[in-house]
């Protein structure tokens, strides 16, 4: 199989003509005598920094990467739409960029007259066009309004019209720049099916995509990118998961430096009375207005709250299924009598997915002096991908708080799984011996 | 640079159906369609032959008589040439995502902004040929019509080329062309006519490519003595050289256009 695409040491700088106030533009440059010399810019911006890849014949090839990392600009200059400021960029045979669908249609004409245009504009003959007129409009489902001017179309119906054009370009090497991201269920899977007879009949398919979903179904090869430089390529499951490692950590990052924020915000001790006005306050009328907050008479402390994983150290992000252990270090003023540690876990909406504490599952205090430490253990994390906020409270039986944290604390849970809801339950799947599924490829 | 010109050849089809589009897409929708082809240049005309016969009526002297019809034949290459240049100010911006979405050749916009003006053009010829002939005014010099057609179409190519690049990177371009126009309209002779200006006037007005072309039209289509004849040998080249300046200066800034627009 030969070379469909190769990128050599392709370095593409943008530039900014920063330098041009408003008001001294054209008159500058005509005083100044020489306009292609005022057109240089002084300020450079490097989106592409020394790629090199190949991708071979009749492959289908993934590009991933965090947004402005230069996925878009690399799919760029591989269709000729930009040109590499420096390096090569070599593609044989014929290409379609799928980047913006639709992008050449006008909107006063039909359907009929722009599919013409838009084919003619892509490289297709006249001759051409006609022969798969049929086959566009029926792919498009848009039998009924092809001859209504495109201005009346729904941006679906327009996303369809445009997928439908490019994709019948027929040719050698397809670039799709995630544009399977919008539109409905039903055209997505089409659109997919399409992409699949593509790899089937041995074509070139090149996919820049946020779906890492999609990137170990359908990539052969993976490209990861990131600050405009290659940092992985290979087996898409192996980028895939490197990819993701980086972006835990930067989500881990994030998370610190947020929790610390508001660590500090109520480090400040506040009395119970305070707590009362303040309680009253902020009570939340509806699930969404959880404000962050911390309140009690600190007779308890609760001076440090971590999460830990499997191997013992603190972290912010999890997978689903994760063994997880809230660490709460409580020190107490002197020895105490009657007291009740809780926790409560919260979506990002606000819903409480679960709370509990010493008292509701029936522990009864006896004594607490000093530094100590609660741990909170669960064996098996069962929530959904998304974000969590933790609240933690030491209070006494009656409600009185000595420290409460509110929403002080969050962190967040990944999953390959798209499930929805707010709760996980152990589950598995069984089917009689009639019902045959291929059973999903291992995801860890 | 003679290379990518070359190519231009190629997109014959597109600049064609591109043209067609504009065409279709102008009128679509309104109730006359294509007939405003005609009517715009129609009633154009009666508004210049109210105004120059009861409102200031003038002495069609100097070979200007009838004056409506005398203004009729600068009137119409005078807007081929301004709407086409006032358009192509803006025709790389409003295309920006032709450009910066699908490989395509961006000298084809400037192109077919000229060529669609230059259909319209076309379209009021008929009109103009009928009035022609109504006031018996047919010339034997109608045979160097299409010349004078090409010389305009390389000057007008040549400036809108110059004019779209500029545009992109100067926004300011776009204002500055509308009134620019308005003057160049009342440096060239349309309303009145070259020979009744006086000589140093007249010295000026010949730096102004279009007094050249104008006047061409005017004695091929008017006056029937082609007295401009050595006038419009010069632009013959002169013409060449804004096409292909203008093509170069385009050229150069191709590749910021992606990025600018």
Known sequence: MGIAIQVSDVTKIYQRYSHRKQFRTLKSALLGGNL??????????????????????????AIIGRNGSGKSTLLKCIAG?????????????????LIELGAGFHPEITGRENIFINGIMLGLTKKE??????????FAELEEFIDAPVK???????????????????PDVLLIDEVLAVGDEAFVHKCLDKIAEFRRRGKTIILVTHSLGLVEKMADEALWIDHSRVQLRGDPKKVVDAYLARVTHHEENALVAEEEKAVTEF?????????????????????????????????????????????????????????????????STGTIHDFVFGVAIFNADGMCCYGTNTHLEQFTPVKFSGEGEVRFVIPNLRLIEGTYFLDVA???????????????????????????GIYRPAHRWEFSSNIVLKPPKSTS | MFKNLLTLFRYRVLIQSLVERELKARYRGSVLGFLWSFINPLLQ?????????????????????PYALFLFTGILPWTWFSSSVMESSAILISSGNLIKKILFPAEVLPIVVVLSNLVHFFLGLPILFAFLIYYGKVQTTLVYFPAIVVLQLFLTLGICFFVSALAVHFRDVQNIIGNLMMLWFFASPVIYSYLTIAPSIQRYLNYNPMTHILVGYQQILFTGEMGHWPWLLIMIPASLVTFLVGYYFFDRLRETFAEEV
Not at chain 1, 49 to 57: A, K, M, Q
Not at chain 1, 86 to 91: F, L, R
């Open chain 1, 394 to 420: 030491a209070h006494q039986r009656d409600g009185y708080p000595f420290d409460y944290h509110r929403a002080l604390h969050q962190f967040r849970v990944q999953s390959k799984i798209k499930d929805v």
């Open chain 1, 129 to 138: 066009i006609r022969d798969r007129f049929d086959d566009i409009v029926d």
């Open chain 1, 152 to 170: 009346t179309y729904s941006s679906g119906m327009y996303m369809r019209l445009g997928f439908a054009v490019a994709i019948h370009v027929d």
């Open chain 1, 267 to 331: 480090e400040s001790p506040k009395s119970a009375a305070e707590h009362d006005e303040r309680e009253s306050e902020i009570e939340p009328t509806s699930a969404f207005a959880r404000k962050k907050g911390r309140w009690g008479s600190r007779e308890v402390e609760v001076q440090e709250v971590t999460l830990h994983g499997a191997d013992g150290t603190a972290r912010h992000v999890f997978t689903t299924g994760d063994p997880v252990t809230v660490r709460l270090k409580v020190k």
């Open chain 2, 45 to 65: 005309l009666a508004i210049y032959w109210f105004v120059f016969s009861y409102i200031m009526p003038t002495r069609g002297s100097m070979g200007m008589s």
């Open chain 1, 36 to 61: 292609l010399a005022e057109l240089r810019p002084d300020e450079r911006f490097e989106a592409l920094n020394d790629i090199t890849f190949n991708v071979r014949e009749g492959t289908t090839f």
């Open chain 1, 81 to 97: 739409i930009a040109k590499p400021s420096a390096g090569t960029v070599a593609v044989k045979g014929r290409i379609s960029a």
